[in-house]
Structure formats: structure tokens, C-alpha cells
T-cell receptor, first 111, second 113 residues
Framework: GNSVTQMEGPVTLSEEAFLTINCTYT??????LFWYVQYPGEGLQLLLK?????DKGSNKGFEATYRKETTSFHLEKGSVQVSDSAVYFC??????????FGRGTSLIVHP | EPEVTQTPSHQVTQMGQEVILRCVPI?????FYWYRQILGQKVEFLVS????????KSEIFDDQFSVERPDGSNFTLKIRSTKLEDSAMYFC???????????FGSGTRLTVV
């Protein structure tokens, strides 16, 4: 079956630091890959997505590239802000159209 | 921007009691879903609903659970006899015809005591 593995958190950074949250996946076929973000007290929001190999999804300064050869979709941001503090979920959607989520990685950004 | 609305935001119930979690999906969406997230664990799929019937369900969605779309706007999840292990955050989501454009609600935190 499909699975998503994310690095464990929390990830604690100072403001303006570089962020990487690792995500690798196992799936049959060619899934679409997503990053969702959950701010405190809120629901899951789609952050970015990539639907085929070598696509780069980007939004709000975050980027992730769909790497088929390494089955990865790592999330990066060049300079994080305190307002980026949240839980980030990597997910894939395959043929069933039902997302498979990772466990989530908590990001804490200090001023 | 259209939202998926869930009520209540937090519900506390005694073990063995029935609970109904309510959701108002986005009005022109066709597919509806329930997910749950036990504290510190991954978001798990429970059930999907399309054309007034369940289209898929996970192993978690046993006979204790049921879903209903009682009118044109609400989508409910009922847990007949709650157990301690049902304590979790429950998310409703809806999606459009593409089935990739999920919009999630802010969740209902269910605490079973």
C-alpha cells in the first residue's frame, strides 16, 4: 500500500533560518504529492502540490520538488518567519483519490 | 474564500454515549470525507461519500460509525457508542469534481471520558 514517511519533529529554528522537512513515499504508479499545513487551532490547508516527476510546487516562499528517482518530496524555505510555526503534513494521492498522510512535522520558529 | 465549517469545535462525551459531528461542505463540491487524527499521530482516512452513498471506507470505519447527508448542506458523522480510543480530532473535507482539490474544515476535537 501507499505510505508517507516524514522526519520527526519538532524542528526548532531561529527566524530567517533555512528550513528543510524531509518526506519520502512509497506508492504504486505515479501519485500526486502534496504538502499541507495546520496552524494552531485550524484545519489542514493545502500549501503546495506537484502532480508529476520533476515538477516543483511553490507557495508563500515554500518549495518542494517531486523526485521520482529518490521517491522524495522535501519541503524547503529559504528564510522562515515566526508566522510559519505550524505542523506540516506530506501527503500523496494515488489512483484511489484518497490522500495518504505522513505523521506531520511540527515547526517552531523563534524570533 | 469558501470554507468547510465544522461544529462543534470541541465535544466532551462519556464513554458509551452517541455523538454526532457536523460539517457543512463547500456548496458546489461533490465528494465528502471524514478523517481523524489521534493526538501525535497521522491523519487517517475514515470514509468518503459521493452521490448520497459511501464510496470508500477504511478499516477504522466499523459498525460504530455512520455518515449521513440529511439535507442539501450538512454532512454528519455519527459514532454510536463512543470508546476512549475514539478521542481524536475529526476533520471533514470536501472536494470538487477533480477530487484533488480537497478543502478541510478546522476540525472537531472529540474527548471521550
Amino acid at each position: 500500500g501507499n505510505s508517507v514517511t516524514q522526519m520527526e519533529g519538532p524542528v526548532t529554528l531561529s527566524e530567517e533560518a533555512f528550513l528543510t522537512i524531509n518526506c519520502t513515499y512509497t506508492a504504486t504508479g505515479y501519485p500526486s504529492l502534496f504538502w499541507y499545513v495546520q496552524y494552531p487551532g485550524e484545519g489542514l490547508q493545502l500549501l503546495l502540490k506537484a502532480t508529476k516527476a520533476d515538477d516543483k510546487g511553490s507557495n508563500k516562499g515554500f518549495e518542494a520538488t517531486y523526485r521520482k528517482e529518490t521517491t522524495s518530496f522535501h519541503l524547503e524555505k529559504g528564510s522562515v518567519q515566526v508566522s510559519d510555526s505550524a505542523v506540516y503534513f506530506c501527503a500523496l494521492i494515488g489512483g484511489s483519490y484518497i490522500p495518504t498522510f505522513g505523521r506531520g512535522t511540527s515547526l517552531i520558529v523563534h524570533p | 474564500e469558501p470554507e468547510v465549517t465544522q461544529t462543534p469545535s470541541h465535544q466532551v462525551t462519556q464513554m458509551g454515549q452517541e455523538v454526532i459531528l457536523r460539517c457543512v461542505p463547500i456548496s458546489n463540491h461533490l465528494y465528502f470525507y471524514w478523517y481523524r487524527q489521534i493526538l501525535g499521530q497521522k491523519v487517517e482516512f475514515l470514509v468518503s461519500f459521493y452521490n448520497n452513498e459511501i464510496s470508500e471506507k477504511s478499516e477504522i470505519f466499523d459498525d460504530q460509525f455512520s455518515v449521513e447527508r440529511p439535507d442539501g448542506s450538512n454532512f454528519t458523522l455519527k459514532i454510536r457508542s463512543t470508546k476512549l480510543e475514539d478521542s481524536a480530532m475529526y476533520f471533514c473535507a470536501s472536494s470538487d469534481r477533480s477530487r484533488y482539490g480537497y478543502t478541510f474544515g478546522s476540525g472537531t476535537r472529540l474527548t471521550v471520558v
